[in-house]
């Protein structure tokens, strides 16, 4: 049997030495993660009473292998209130409801009259001749200018942190993508699909993802230790690998302490800048292309404040700014309305994100300076004018990785490099998909794929 070691321990590491364990329990396995805590950013802290999330608040329950993660973990998924059902942008200087109808579409105050009647154009509007277009040409092809400024850039903010002018929407977003592609236009799509589903008895289809936002009780972490107490001591933690060399069928795992491990396998799990950099040596033309994956900075700050000190109800989500209104936040989130235990009695928990890939050097500035900043924002764009009672600021250097057009042949290069290496894998979120339900469900296939290919027997 051939030993396994997974270089990562995030949910992606952490989730793929699961699943292959679950299928071959005798697997040798050591998961190596470069930092004194696991879970990347998955980050909870609790402080004087407040739970915060570092990083990943949640993720939706429309994917089964999360869910089933869960189950088989013990532990017990806590969807959101149904307040953060209601979901606001910024605005022209007021919150704005999105709609959630088509009769609330039609008398919202978000978009103009023009805008609405644009967006009705859509049915009509050609398809794209380009096969990698930005979201930001395609939002403007197909729902003109004032739609994409206020919906569409926004929501690739609240997701990605991204620029939706580089974004790729076929990588991004590749259900939308195959919609255009297989009816023309999206709200054909939507007609079709609801009449179909309607035939067949199923849920009917919204224009986005779908599901409920669901976390744990206790946070997010949550699953990352309970993941942690299955693998025991097979986790390595503080041990950052430096390099990866190869001889005959056997990988050479090198480590910051100057030792080295051997195995006929390696899973490299971590971010795809820290991959380009242990495989520098290995294959230069591989590091080249991981290398080329952006992450720009972003900073998560949270603000405690008794109840009495907020003269608004925090009845929803939260809400996102459009680049347009040329505000530093990128959204907040108002915790303690989404999920319960997040704030104290008496008290609420709001979430704020800065900088992107927009403004990636405003996340990197001093804790007292990002604070601030959020404290004079939150003023303007919900009147808050008291000091906060807690404070928290997270800040990731390299955050969450872009899907930039190109995006896909990048990822042929590296999955045709990675078929001249047998035993050698990479996944995580700089490929197929950001989310934690991605990360889970492409572990779970790449699982699958290395017990098949016989690497663990």
């Given at each position: ?14 989730s793929?030495a699961y ?26 802290e609790?402080?004087?009473?407040f ?5 990943v608040?949640?993720f939706?329950?429309?994917k089964?292998k999360?869910?089933?993660?869960a ?13 953060a ?32 009647l ?8 050609p ?12 939002a ?15 929501m690739?903010s ?13 990588s ?5 993508h ?6 023309g ?10 009449i179909?589903?309607k ?10 993802p ?7 009780y ?10 942690k ?19 005959g ?15 006929e ?11 380009a ?71 609420v ?10 403004a ?16 004079a ?15 928290r ?5 390299r ?5 930039i057009?190109?995006?896909q ?49």
């Amino acid at each position: 049997m051939g030993r396994l070691i997974i270089v990562g321990g995030g949910i992606s590491g952490l989730s793929i030495a699961y699943a292959i364990l679950e299928r071959e329990p005798s697997t040798e396995l050591l998961v190596f993660e470069a930092e004194k805590r696991a879970g990347g950013k998955i980050w909870t802290e609790r402080a004087n009473g407040f739970l915060c999330e570092g990083g990943v608040n949640g993720f939706l329950d429309n994917k089964p292998k999360t869910i089933e993660l869960a189950s088989k973990l013990r532990i017990e998924p806590l969807r959101s209130n149904d307040a953060a059902r209601r979901r606001f942008v910024y605005s022209e200087g007021k919150l704005h409801l999105l709609p959630e109808s088509p009769s609330a579409f039609f008398i919202s105050n978000l978009l103009s009259f023009p805008g609405k009647l644009r967006i009705l154009y859509e049915i009509f509007a050609p398809k794209g001749e380009k096969e990698d277009e930005s979201l930001a040409d395609f939002a403007r092809r197909r729902l003109g200018k004032e739609a994409y400024e206020k919906l569409i850039d926004p929501m690739a903010s609240g997701i990605y942190a991204g620029d939706p002018e580089t974004l790729s929407l076929k990588s991004c977003f590749p259900r939308i993508h195959e919609l255009e592609k297989n009816y023309g236009s999206l709200i054909r799509a939507l007609v079709k699909l609801q009449i179909q589903a309607k035939k067949s008895g199923n849920m009917m289809p919204g224009p986005g993802p779908g599901g409920v936002l669901t976390s744990f009780y206790d946070g997010m972490e949550t699953m990352i230790d309970s993941l942690k107490n299955f693998l025991g001591d097979r986790i390595r933690l503080d041990s950052r690998v430096t390099g990866i060399g190869k001889k005959g069928g056997t990988y050479a795992v090198h480590l910051s302490d100057g030792s080295k491990v051997e195995a006929e396998n390696v899973v490299i799990a971590s971010p795809a800048y820290a991959a380009a950099e242990m495989l520098s040596d290995f294959d230069r033309s591989l590091s080249s292309t991981l290398s080329e994956i952006p992450y720009p900075s972003l900073s998560v700050v949270c603000l405690g404040y008794r109840k009495d000190k907020v003269n608004n109800s925090l009845e929803g989500f939260g809400f996102l700014v459009p680049n347009r209104e040329r505000r530093r936040l990128l959204g907040t989130l108002w915790d303690s309305s989404i999920f319960p235990n997040r704030a104290p009695e008496g008290y609420v928990l709001i979430r704020s994100m800065l900088g992107g890939a927009r403004a990636s050097e405003l996340a990197m500035r001093e804790d007292d300076r990002l604070i601030d900043i959020v404290i004079a924002e939150l003023r303007d764009v919900m009147g808050i004018g008291a000091e906060p009672d807690f404070y928290r600021v997270y800040r990731h250097e390299r955050a969450i990785p872009q899907y930039i057009v190109g995006h896909q042949s990048k990822l042929k290069k590296i999955d045709e490099t990675l078929m001249k290496y047998r035993g050698l894998y990479i996944t995580g979120n700089a490929y197929r998909g950001i989310g934690v339900n991605d990360c889970i469900e492409n572990s779970y296939k790449l699982a699958e794929r290395i017990v098949e290919e016989g690497c663990c027997r």
